[in-house]
Antibody, heavy 120, light 108 residues
Framework: QVQLVESGGGVVQPGRSLRLSCATS????????IYWVRQAPGKGLEWVAL????????YYADSVKGRFTISRDNSKNTLSLQMNSLRPDDTAVYYC?????????????WGQGTMVTVSS | SYELTQPPSVSVSPGQTARITCSGD??????AFWYQQKPGQAPVLVIY???ERPSGIPERFSGSSSGTTVTLTISGVQAEDEADYYC???????????FGGGTKLTVL
């Protein structure tokens, strides 16, 4: 059964760092691009970062560029998001999501999410 | 920046048909996808490539496309369909994922 399980969320002060992880199982991880998508409380969905299947290409939303770093370890079937210089508006549930097999980028499987709260 | 526009809310009675629209200039060129999100849960894909339904999604969910507007249709709405629905596509170049603002479906 295909699964993505996020971890690492919590409460952190502004300006500090946090590292999220996404453990995957049930599929060949190294075949798929993976995204981080976030959702602020009561708000809509926003893509944050994308990493290609082999880690050679990485893309970021303007709102996190220069502060967040996405990475993957295909030997361990895991994805990470290093978040530095956190701001209150980074408060959100963070989901990892698998990119589906279509010409247009979209998501066929989502994790359950991990909550990040940035507050003093 | 590119945007997808959805109505904030739609309300229907049980057994009726709900239609949720999503408008965007790039939709004639890029496929649209629809996700259902219930409170406290992760989004679930209900329609892909404008009108295809993933396995396990009830037949009452369907999608269509016409020009710059795509539509999610839920026929014979049930109480369990009450949720937020998000359309998603990409910009013209296909480089960036874009989500609509979401539509809250209320089953009266």
């Amino acid at each position: 059964q295909v699964q993505l399980v996020e971890s690492g969320g919590g409460v952190v002060q502004p300006g500090r760092s946090l590292r999220l992880s996404c453990a995957t199982s049930g599929f060949t991880f190294s075949y798929y691009a993976i995204y981080w998508v976030r959702q602020a409380p009561g708000k809509g969905l926003e893509w944050v970062a994308l990493i290609s299947y082999d880690g050679s290409n990485k893309y970021y939303a303007d709102s996190v560029k220069g502060r967040f770093t996405i990475s993957r370890d295909n030997s361990k079937n895991t994805l990470s998001l290093q978040m530095n210089s956190l701001r209150p508006d980074d408060t959100a549930v963070y989901y990892c999501a698998r990119e589906g097999p279509w010409v247009t980028s979209a998501f066929d499987i989502w994790g359950q999410g991990t909550m990040v709260t940035v507050s003093s | 920046s590119y945007e997808l526009t959805q109505p904030p809310s739609v309300s229907v009675s049980p057994g009726q048909t709900a239609r949720i629209t999503c408008s965007g200039d790039a939709l004639p060129k890029q496929y649209a996808f629809w996700y259902q999100q219930k409170p406290g849960q992760a989004p679930v894909l209900v329609i892909y490539k404008d009108s295809e339904r993933p396995s396990g999604i009830p037949e009452r969910f369907s999608g269509s496309s016409s020009g710059t507007t795509v539509t999610l249709t839920i026929s014979g709405v049930q109480a369990e369909d009450e949720a937020d629905y998000y359309c998603q596509s990409t910009d013209f170049s296909g480089s960036y994922v874009v989500f609509g603002g979401g539509t809250k479906l209320t089953v009266l």
